[in-house]
């Protein structure tokens, strides 16, 4: 099979990945050669490979892609992709601050990182950042600022204090400005009160008056010192942010009316419906704050915890981050996503990006207190969840919720019931289209039922 250089990776003068038989490669050119053997020889690599902070590769004996090749190597894989306009608040913190970290350990070794965009960033299956761009790393020059800079404003700072200080979800403004948001816009958008402080002041509200070709002719020298001061500055400021406020689902199981017996009820049910299945990668839509996530981790499986709500996944990052930093290591990655409106095909062509529904596949998934959601609140057919689920993966578990349950007449409250065809045979009869049934089981307490499809 011929070599195919990914989409999204012609920027840089440096390399490029290309796709070989399926595995991912990274070319390196003879005009990198120098600063690539300067990340090797100073044991900066090393390090930041062994603190699991830059993916780690092997050099590979393959053809590149063109003439300019000088080095192929093959980076370790990491499965799905996902983009920071899908995170939450504290992974876009924790990138940051790993960037941060990594420009202060490549100056130690008279290298720095020429790029500071969190697209060079990505999180693993135990929901970790990892920095993926193993051509971002040049040689120092002491009597320059850091080029990268700018970037790391507009593309971490930027969405990190618009989540903060108004709305977690102003992080999906990164689908729109990938290339980072504009320090102007971020400024405009910002409470008036973070024109008074330090973190916000000097790096979005100052810059963002500064016009092209307006600013002081004399060269401005950045010692080493100066920008160390800079960096810890931009780290401090970052690690002390909070997104805080009220969340629409956090406190689904805990304070609604439902009650605590009807999730030990569910998660009995979940884990003995899911016993003996080859079932090792698990996407949960709608997974509210991990409960269902967290268990099927700790039975070994990989999961991709998906919900609309952002302060809610970012509970959930937040637990997986503080049981990782404890020697708890569980393979969740939670993400943020509508899937009335998942992130489509982005990019030059539309094909830097893929759409997210191109970018899951798993073995099951699992859909707990979604459907009455989809169908009642948003007017989604049957028919169509059935086709989108069949489409990620060969098993599905799925909870129907009657209409008549509390919280569906939650949803109806407001608007006319219209909804004739929910029904449990309509919803049987639909989903009998993509998958054969292989079990069922009713959660003790409520008239809800569990449903354990497998695809045809």
């Known amino acids: 099979m011929p070599s195919t250089p990914h989409p ?17 490669y990274r070319q390196v050119n003879r005009s990198y050669q120098e600063d690539f053997g300067k990340l090797m020889d100073s044991g900066l690599y090393a390090t930041l ?3 699991g902070w830059l993916i780690e590769h092997e050099d590979a004996s393959i053809p590149g892609t063109d003439d300019r090749a000088w080095k192929i190597i093959r980076p370790r894989r990491i499965d799905p992709i996902t983009y920071p306009y899908e995170w939450s608040f504290s992974q876009l913190q924790e990138a940051a601050c790993l960037t941060l970290d990594i420009q202060k350990e490549a100056m130690k070794v008279g290298l720095s990182l020429k790029d500071a965009t969190p697209f060079n960033v990505i999180f693993d299956k135990q929901g970790a950042a990892i920095f993926i761009d193993t051509l971002s790393f040049e040689t120092y020059h002491p009597e320059d600022p850091w080029v990268a800079y700018h970037q790391f404003c507009t593309g971490f700072l930027a969405p990190l204090l618009l989540a903060a200080k108004r709305d977690p979800d102003l992080i999906r403004f990164l689908a729109l400005h990938p290339e980072g948001i504009p320090l102007e816009r971020c400024a405009s958008l910002l409470p008036r009160s973070t024109r008074f402080q330090t973190l916000s002041a000097l790096h979005i509200h100052l810059p963002s008056k500064m016009k092209p070709g307006k600013g002081p002719t004399k060269k401005i020298v950045f010692s080493k010192d100066k920008l160390h001061r800079i960096i810890d500055h931009l780290r401090s400021g970052i690690a002390t942010l909070k997104c805080e406020g009220p969340s629409t689902w956090s406190d689904y199981y805990e304070e609604t009316i439902l009650g605590g017996g009807y999730l030990e009820a569910k998660k009995k049910a979940v884990t003995e419906l899911l016993a003996g299945k080859s079932i090792d990668t698990i996407f949960d839509a709608g997974s509210n704050t991990g409960e269902f996530s967290m268990l099927l981790a700790a039975e070994g499986k990989r999961v991709i915890a998906a919900d609309v709500d952002a302060r809610s996944v970012d509970q959930l990052a937040r637990k997986i981050s503080l049981e990782r930093s404890q020697g708890t290591v569980r393979s969740i990655l939670p993400i943020v996503v509508d899937l009335m409106n998942p992130p489509p095909a982005i990019g030059w062509g539309n094909s830097e990006r893929p759409a997210f529904l191109d970018r899951i596949r798993t073995d099951l998934t699992l859909a707990l207190a979604l459907v009455h959601h989809l169908a009642l609140g948003r007017n989604l057919p049957f028919s169509k969840m059935s086709e989108t689920f069949a489409r990620i993966s060969p098993w599905l578990l799925i909870e129907f919720v009657p209409k008549h349950d509390p919280k569906a007449q939650e949803l109806l409250k407001h608007r006319k019931d219209g909804f004739t065809e929910y029904n449990e045979t309509n919803f049987l009869a639909a989903f009998s ?9 009713g959660i003790q307490g409520l008239d809800r039922t569990l449903f354990l499809f497998r695809r045809k």
Not at 9 to 21: E, K, M, N, T, W
């Open 433 to 441: 289209e993509h998958y054969e049934l292989a079990e069922r089981r």
């Open 49 to 51: 490979s062994g603190k």
């Open 8 to 24: 999204a990776s012609y920027r840089d003068p440096a390399g490029h990945v290309f796709l070989q038989d399926g595995v991912v």
